[in-house]
Nanobody, 120 residues
Framework: QAPLRESGGGLVQAGGSLRLSCAAS????????MRWYRQAPGKQRELVTSITRSGGTYYGDFVKGRFTISRDNAKNTVFLQMNSLKPEDTAVYYC??????????????WGQGTQVTVSS
């Protein structure tokens, strides 16, 4: 089973909202920084936002004021609330996290991705 699993993608009209979730599973010791990336067709994957274990956040300029990242450390889950969505937000969104287990040092993991499509 993949350590990270995203959910919550879908089709939404411009101006609408979606909430993505990413849950980590397995023999987890600690989860450090958690991130959301996205990749649109024909474009490179880009960092959207990140959150440290203590709650420090970073946002790309293209989502500031529209997207909010949060996490629930007790549930090993990170969320991405996306408001005021634009067609250019259409992409596959990937969860990424640095995770240590009881048998390994910190490893960077990727989720399988979830499609977000914003119609105009």
């Amino acid at each position: 089973q993949a350590p990270l699993r995203e959910s919550g993608g879908g089709l939404v009209q411009a101006g609408g909202s979606l909430r993505l979730s990413c849950a980590a599973s397995g023999s987890i010791s600690s989860i450090y920084t958690m991130r959301w990336y996205r990749q649109a067709p024909g474009k490179q994957r880009e960092l959207v936002t990140s959150i440290t274990r203590s709650g420090g956040t970073y946002y790309g300029d293209f989502v500031k004021g529209r997207f909010t990242i949060s996490r629930d450390n007790a549930k090993n889950t990170v969320f991405l609330q996306m408001n005021s969505l634009k067609p250019e937000d259409t992409a596959v969104y990937y969860c990424n996290a640095d995770i240590s287990s009881f048998s390994s040092e910190r490893i960077n993991y990727w989720g399988q991705g979830t499609q977000v499509t914003v119609s105009s």
